[in-house]
């Protein structure tokens, strides 16, 4: 009888667990369709012409892609901050010496590593193209905290070309905006003619993975 009684009990907590699976991948993957609608109706709104589209939007698929590779080598517990911006850096070709991470070990919860890798893609694409990183001298540092119960990130340029502040909203600024808004943050996006500075702050329940004890 006790045989019995631990394997239906083994059984149903199995059930359940692969029930709980079912329910979170449903809500990530309906999550994941809306970020891309997003990204195309943005894209779509300030192309040209579908070259112009197809290129960035490629691109904002593939940093999707790694980040659901992360957050399934993590088994869908969240993705490790350090890991995830390594992630999102190597796709593009600058100097990795001339980026700078600084920061204790943190485990993003899946919809904060959404909105951080999408974050970091923007600026990286924009730093490439006019920014620090389009410079052989130009440096960029990442740092972030946990302090008090809130979370902070800092994404600061230095040595690149002068920066002007742009004079119209783009399509990065809109994603940033968006994205940060999902976690509950306040973001800040500054540009002095040293180099760009992006901040986030957010409550650290708004950007924690949730780890069973």
Known sequence: ?????????????????????????????????????????????????????????????????????????QEGIGAPLDTLIAKQLEAFTFNPQNVRLSGPPILLSPTAAQAIALALHELATNSLKYGSLSASTGKVSIEWEMRDGRFRMTWRER????????????????????????IGTMARLEFPAEGVCWTIEAQADNIEAEVAS
Do not use: W, Y
């Open 159 to 182: 040595g690149g070309p002068a920066v002007q502040t742009p004079t119209r909203t783009g399509f990065g600024t809109i994603i940033l905006e968006r994205m940060c808004a999902q």
């Open 1 to 73: 009888m006790v045989g019995v009684s631990t394997d239906i009990t083994d059984k149903k907590a199995q059930e359940e667990k692969i029930g709980f699976l079912l329910r979170e991948l449903t809500h990530r993957t309906k999550n994941l369709f809306s970020v891309v609608h997003a990204i195309a109706d943005q894209l779509g709104r300030r192309s040209s012409d579908l070259q112009d589209f197809q290129a960035p939007f490629s691109a904002h698929l593939t940093a999707l892609a790694k980040l659901q590779d992360l957050l399934i080598s």
